[in-house]
């Protein structure tokens, strides 16, 4: 994970919350342009596969555990994931429409993942000793996320390392690597991300 975290020369950025609502804003934008194409095939399969809605929508919890509405491609039916659900999830291409609640300031293009009370309450993150995780807002991508972690102390984990480590230049290559699991799937980019963390 280190060739991830290295510091540059823009790490002096961590601290300069208008760099990064900048950096947020600017990538939410070319980010809609760049994915207005896809979005629309991935409409047009959902409408043709089983109707509306397209969207799905969801209570979330946001920095200074805040609630708000997150938006997704919808890629389930009642408790059954659809064909297209299973293509947008692999490559994580159902939460394109959370550009948006970047630019409504909800959410980061990084930070930690964006949690349901339930989850926050399943996990335990209530306690003071997460309140870290709550300083920051939580992104369409981040190092967990890229990373899959599972498991509930490896998240915690990543967060902690993200929000203290956090600079323009660790987002710019958490988005870039971000992109490559949009392109080549999930499975495939943490296979390399495993085989470069391994030792020797």
């Not at 991935?42 to 938006?71: K, W, Y």
């Not at 929000?163 to 980019?189: E, P, Q, Y």
Request: glycine share 10%; net charge positive; proline share 4%.
């Amino acid at each position: 994970m280190h060739f991830i975290l290295k510091r540059s020369r823009w790490q002096s950025a961590a601290g300069d919350p208008r760099s990064k609502r900048l950096f947020d804003i600017v990538g939410a934008i070319g980010g809609l342009a760049a994915f207005a194409p896809v979005m629309a095939v991935i409409a047009v399969a959902i409408l043709s596969e089983d109707g509306r809605p397209i969207l799905f929508h969801q209570e979330r919890l946001g920095r200074a555990r805040r609630a708000f509405t997150i938006v997704k491609f919808r890629s389930m039916r009642g408790q059954r994931v659809t064909r297209v659900g299973r293509i947008l999830r692999a490559t994580g291409l159902d939460e394109l429409p959370q550009f948006l609640n970047i630019l409504r300031g909800d959410m980061s293009a990084v930070g930690p993942r964006p949690l349901t009370v339930a989850d926050v309450r399943r996990l335990g993150w209530s306690a003071p000793r997460f309140d870290f995780r709550w300083r920051v807002r939580p992104g369409l991508t981040g190092l967990a996320q890229v990373m899959g972690a599972e498991a509930g102390g490896l998240s915690a984990s990543l967060d902690r390392c993200y929000v203290a480590r956090r600079s323009l230049w660790l987002d710019v290559r958490l988005v870039a690597l971000s992109f490559a699991i949009n392109a080549l799937g999930k499975r495939r980019i943490r296979q390399i991300l495993t085989r470069r963390l391994e030792p020797g």
